[in-house]
């Protein structure tokens, strides 16, 4: 059975079952019917495969209290379910991992377990959003557009609503549901009803900037979650799927003050990431820079090897992150000396910075190796495994929860800047990293005290 571990952010809702007395009956009555052989043979079928998931999330969830539910319990209520296809499968699996009430827990069907793998080799196709659900009040809310796919041209922000999708309204749907009704093949159109909300024109960092990875938020960031009744200006976009390309690292030589500023900005934490970081480390090392602005703004994370990988190329020595299982044991990771530059490091983050972008930044800030600009950041501090079932299906369940070497849990919290600068309006892709980028230009400033 295959297994990645994941720092993403992913959603789904929560399904109660309500069972009356005379259909409790009535199925008592069935059950006594005999069955003819192959029905037998699906029934038990469908029976160990349900046992199967609910063993892997018994044995692996990281609360051994699963979230103070009462696991077999569970299993002896979904036990007695006349299973007859995979479909009622899929959906009595849904709603036994809703009972956890922890969203990022949750079956992927083979397609969608497909498009997780392609989306984190670095190709898939569709509109290019990265989306969430806001557990307060059940939005479905834009984490980020993909740098340059059909969302992010059309001008698709971070923390924007998802109201309606070609006229279907989202409320009560699953993060899945969303994600379904939005892919489709090239050159197909979906219309989307977006909502923005009023705080997002200031407290939100440019958006154009990122690229999916697959969903991991629990919350949003303190900003957003402050804000559950927010006003809402709406708006309608027609979009045409494309194939988005992932490229998940920019970057670029600026020349500030008499000094060679090496900026990257790092968009996803896909398979390619560490390497794709290395590359331009190194490129622009061979350039000259004196100093590096590290963008991780609207990044939604990734792959956790990819962001310890990753912060090892920034830090030398030091604990990178901490991550606790079920039973309270601590595991640490360090750097291993294989840093590709010593010089001095500025790192900006928003309220789109989550995740395995957190695990990074928080490593660089609570080492000393590099000063936060920006906004406080998503705050998701869980870790995924996915597991490959007999089918071709993928079951995420969380495993563990991480905190930074400072011991700090930022999950719900995000992490806090050393310098908060807050942008007057989003910007383009072509305005991060210049001039008319308030926190780029915060972060030159104090890289230029250093230097």
């Not at 920019?250 to 970081?277: C, D, P, V, W």
């Amino acid at each position: 059975m295959e297994k990645t571990w994941f720092a993403y952010l992913s959603f789904s809702a929560v399904y109660q079952l309500a069972l009356g007395v005379a259909s409790f009956l009535l199925v008592i009555c069935f059950t006594l019917l005999p069955l003819p052989a192959w029905a037998v043979t699906d029934y038990l079928q469908e029976q160990k495969y349900l046992t199967d998931v609910w063993q892997l999330v018994s044995r692996n969830y990281y609360d051994s209290s699963f979230n103070e539910q009462n696991w077999y319990k569970v299993r002896r209520q979904f036990a007695n379910r006349k299973l007859t296809s995979r479909a009622e499968t899929y959906q009595a699996i849904r709603e036994m991992l809703a009972v956890l009430q922890e969203p990022f827990t949750r079956l992927l069907e083979p397609d969608q377990f497909l498009s997780l793998k392609t989306s984190t080799a670095g190709e898939l196709t569709g509109v290019g959003l990265q989306i969430a659900i806001d557990t307060q009040n059940h939005a479905v809310v834009v984490v980020a557009p993909i740098a340059d796919s059909p969302a992010d041209r059309a001008g698709i922000r971070s923390l924007d609503r998802i109201l309606k999708i070609d006229d279907v309204s989202t409320e009560g749907m699953t993060l899945d549901e969303c994600a379904t009704r939005m892919r489709g093949s090239i050159g197909s159109k979906v219309t989307l009803l977006v909502g923005r909300p009023v705080h997002n024109r200031k407290a939100i960092t440019p958006v154009r900037a990122s690229n999916q990875a697959y969903q991991d938020a629990k919350e949003l960031s303190a900003t957003a979650a402050n804000n559950t009744d927010t006003e809402l200006e709406t708006f309608t976009v027609s979009l045409e799927r494309d194939r988005i390309t992932v490229s998940p690292v920019i970057s670029k030589l600026n020349q500030e003050a008499g000094h060679n500023i090496g900026y990257i900005r790092l968009t996803q934490f896909n398979g390619n990431a560490a390497e794709a970081m290395a590359k331009n480390i190194l490129q622009l090392e061979e350039q000259g820079a004196d100093a590096y602005v590290l963008d991780l703004r609207s990044n939604p994370g990734g792959l956790f090897d990819a962001g310890l990988a990753i912060a090892r190329e920034w830090l030398d020595t030091g604990i990178v992150v901490y991550t606790v299982d079920r039973n309270g044991i601590g595991e640490s990771f360090s750097a291993n000396h294989s840093a590709l530059t010593n010089d001095p490091l500025v790192v900006l983050i928003d309220g789109g910075t989550a995740s395995a972008s957190e695990i990074l930044a928080g490593a660089l800030q609570d080492n000393h190796r590099a000063q936060l600009v920006g906004t406080r950041s998503f705050g998701k501090a869980l870790i995924q495994s996915l597991y490959e079932l007999s089918d071709g299906a993928g079951l995420a369940v969380t495993i563990a929860r991480y905190e930074t070497p400072a011991h700090h849990d930022i999950n719900r919290r995000g992490i806090v800047p050393d310098v908060e600068v807050t942008m007057d309006q989003p910007l383009t892709r072509e305005q991060l990293g210049t001039d008319q980028d308030r926190q780029y230009l915060s972060a030159v400033k104090l890289l230029l005290a250093k230097l």
